[in-house]
């Protein structure tokens, strides 16, 4: 558990990398956006005033399985990342543990 809590709060010179911070969700939400605006185009169905609200109310309610990782220099949300926890699918080895 130890080396998950160092990789939890990892920091090169002034850039820290943690969990993001319920204030910063708008914030993550800007990103999102604009790395989907960067790689497609403006997206056609949400202006970025109509997204940001949205999407923070989506990370609030998928908080128990979605881990939100920001990198943050000098209090200010650089860059993010998503840690998704869902239930492994089954492997031959674990069917017949199961089974047998």
């Not at 969990?19 to 056609?44: C, D, F, K, N, S």
């Amino acid at each position: 558990m130890e080396a998950a809590v160092v990789l939890m709060n990892l920091r090169q010179d002034d850039v820290v990398c943690r969990p993001a911070r319920p204030h910063e969700l708008a914030a993550v939400a800007e990103l999102r956006w604009r790395w989907v605006q960067e790689l497609y185009g403006t997206p056609a169905d949400a202006a970025l005033d109509e997204f940001v609200p949205r999407f923070v109310a989506w990370a609030r309610e998928t908080e128990s399985s979605h881990r939100r990782m920001v990198m943050v220099r000098d209090d200010v949300v650089i860059s993010m990342a998503w840690l998704v926890i869902t239930q492994r699918h089954p492997t031959s080895a674990r069917v017949r543990a199961d089974v047998g």
